[in-house]
């Protein structure tokens, strides 16, 4: 009998010509049913110019925000994005681009993104009946939903894919990395403060543990914007992540402000750099896409 996923996944990976991928053969001690999902994964993310996951020592940094504003930059920079949120625990981009009604399709390649403009986005949080229902989710069921997430999308081609992972440097974002694999990096998100230290410098050796390139630090919450002037006054310490990001020698991408129209934007379901375009903030933001723009131009990837 014809089971379809093997057929679709067959005919994914038969049209490449590539002997040295991975999805070429089972990896050692792999069955033939973890093989076929690991190759239907991959034979998804192939069409995939480049893969980039944002992390975060913990939640409430503003992990998302940069995932969503950074997808949304390249995107209004001309290229086609998929933006993948699966924080397991606090899935917010639906509430962020206003999307918390929608009900994902199905067809017979998958789940279809929601489309909005170029910007493909999908989260688990579409699958989650419940908000509440992964905190009660023991460790290998969270596993096995983010996987068969990450397997079941149909992205089709795409410049980017933008990856908001779960927080901290536990089993999950561990999972996502490694079930990924083909990163071209990661973004780390922290806050200024000196207690956020700690906490970056895991996600910094969690990275090189997996040996996932770190493209950069970026460093959230940096001062305050007046709502009236526009001055930036710093009320915590700043300096925070470009300190640990030279003392661990890696990049230092930028510093955003608290700004109270990044809250007021994504309260009301709008991306920020989109409504806000000619704000100072969304030019810190612009300047700070700008070496993850490059990996493009760069080729790095075929
Ligand atoms: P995380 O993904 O790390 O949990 P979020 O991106 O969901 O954090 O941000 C948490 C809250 O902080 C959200 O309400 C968001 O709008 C707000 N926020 C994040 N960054 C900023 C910023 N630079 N200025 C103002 N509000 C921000």
């Not at 779960?166 to 207690?195: F, N, R």
Request: aromatic content about 4%; hydrophobic content about 35%.
């Amino acid at each position: 009998m014809n089971d379809p996923n093997k057929e679709k996944t067959k005919s994914a990976c038969d049209t490449c010509s590539s002997s040295t991928c991975s999805a070429a053969k089972p990896q050692a001690g792999e069955n033939q049913k973890e093989f076929e999902e690991r190759r239907q994964l991959l034979s998804r993310l192939c069409h995939i110019r480049h893969k980039i996951i944002v992390l975060s020592g913990k939640g409430g940094v503003g992990k998302s925000t940069v995932a969503v504003n950074l997808a949304a930059a390249l995107m209004l920079a001309g290229k086609s994005v998929g933006l993948l949120d699966v924080d397991i625990h606090g899935p917010s981009i639906p509430t962020m681009l206003g999307l918390e009604d929608e009900i994902i399709q199905k067809d017979d390649d998958g789940m279809i993104p929601i489309e909005l403009g170029d910007l493909k986005v999908m989260s688990i949080g579409f699958m989650l009946r419940n908000p509440d229902d992964a905190i009660i989710w023991r460790g290998p069921l969270k596993m096995g939903i983010i996987k068969q997430f990450l397997k079941d999308v149909s992205w089709g081609e795409l410049d980017y894919l933008i990856i908001d992972s779960p927080p901290g440097t536990g089993d999950e974002p561990l999972s996502v990395c490694q079930l990924i694999g083909d990163l071209d990096g990661a973004i780390v998100v922290t806050t200024p403060q000196k207690v956020a230290a700690v906490d970056v410098r895991k996600s910094i050796t969690f990275c090189r543990h997996l040996q996932v390139n770190i493209l950069g630090v970026v460093e959230n919450m940096s001062g305050f914007v007046c709502p009236k002037c526009g001055e930036v006054t710093p009320i915590f310490s700043t300096g925070g992540g470009k300190q640990i990001a030279e003392s661990m020698h890696v990049p230092f991408l930028g510093s955003i402000p608290t700004d109270p129209k990044i809250g007021q934007a994504s309260d009301s379901g709008q991306v920020f750099i989109h409504k806000y375009t000619e704000s100072p903030t969304a030019e810190i933001m612009r300047q700070i896409i700008k070496p993850i723009l490059g990996l493009d131009s760069d080729n790095l990837k075929p």
